[in-house]
T-cell receptor, first 112, second 110 residues
Framework: DVKVTQSSRYLVKRTGEKVFLECVQDMDHENMFWYRQDPGLGLRLIYFSYDVKMKEKGDIPEGYSVSREKKERFSLILESASTNQTSMYLC???????????FGEGSRLTVL | RKEVEQDPGPFNVPEGATVAFNCTYSNSASQSFFWYRQDCRKEPKLLMSVYSSGNEDGRFTAQLNRASQYISLLIRDSKLSDSATYLCVVNLNTGNQFYFGTGTSLTVIP
């Protein structure tokens, strides 16, 4: 069974803290994505990666960075968390150029 | 203009009813189409892909109309367990451009 695993389901952080969200997929997918989902706004793309060490900005990259050192792992970093980054963060992966997205279970981040 | 638009609902229907959702997309180059189901506080999960000829999976039927640029999802004989948010997803087949509707909320009432 295919699987996308996000390391933390629930996190509570303070303003200014550095936050790491990790995602691992076991399907040998080339593409990996980070989205955030907020009520009324739907899913918005933060960053995506189409290969190891490759990354491209999505629609809302400000305040975020990413790292992809291995094909199966894609990390999202909040250098200095702010309250407006309180959200549900969803990692997803797909084959390049075809097929659907597979999502992780999500990481619900609260920044106080 | 949004890439993908859906009626957010909510749709409240009795058990056994038939309900239909539509979704319109703006980019005529779109190649792949999907319906995802998302339960409250959970991740989206693929319900079904949408093929040009239309496709059916049990009580669910998906159709694509390229000329009018919309896709539809029909649920027959609704069950309480169908209560969820249904997301329309469109892909340009470039590998990285997936566009999401904001979702349509369905509640099936006993």
């Amino acid at each position: 069974d295919v699987k996308v695993t996000q390391s933390s389901r629930y996190l509570v952080k303070r303003t200014g803290e550095k936050v790491f969200l990790e995602c691992v997929q076991d399907m040998d997918h080339e593409n990996m994505f980070w989205y955030r989902q907020d009520p009324g706004l739907g899913l918005r793309l933060i960053y995506f990666s189409y290969d190891v060490k490759m990354k491209e900005k999505g629609d809302i990259p400000e305040g975020y960075s990413v790292s992809r050192e291995k094909k199966e792992r894609f990390s999202l970093i909040l250098e200095s968390a702010s309250t407006n980054q309180t959200s549900m963060y969803l990692c997803a992966s797909s084959y390049r150029g075809r097929g659907e997205l597979f999502f992780g279970e999500g990481s619900r981040l609260t920044v106080l | 203009r949004k890439e993908v638009e859906q009626d957010p609902g909510p749709f409240n229907v009795p058990e056994g009813a038939t309900v239909a959702f539509n979704c319109t997309y703006s980019n005529s180059a779109s190649q792949s189409f999907f319906w995802y189901r998302q339960d409250c506080r959970k991740e989206p999960k693929l319900l079904m892909s949408v093929y040009s000829s239309g496709n059916e999976d049990g009580r669910f039927t998906a159709q694509l109309n390229r000329a009018s640029q919309y896709i539809s999802l029909l649920i027959r004989d609704s069950k309480l367990s169908d209560s969820a948010t249904y997301l329309c997803v469109v892909n340009l087949n470039t590998g990285n451009q997936f566009y999401f509707g904001t979702g349509t909320s369905l509640t099936v009432i006993p």
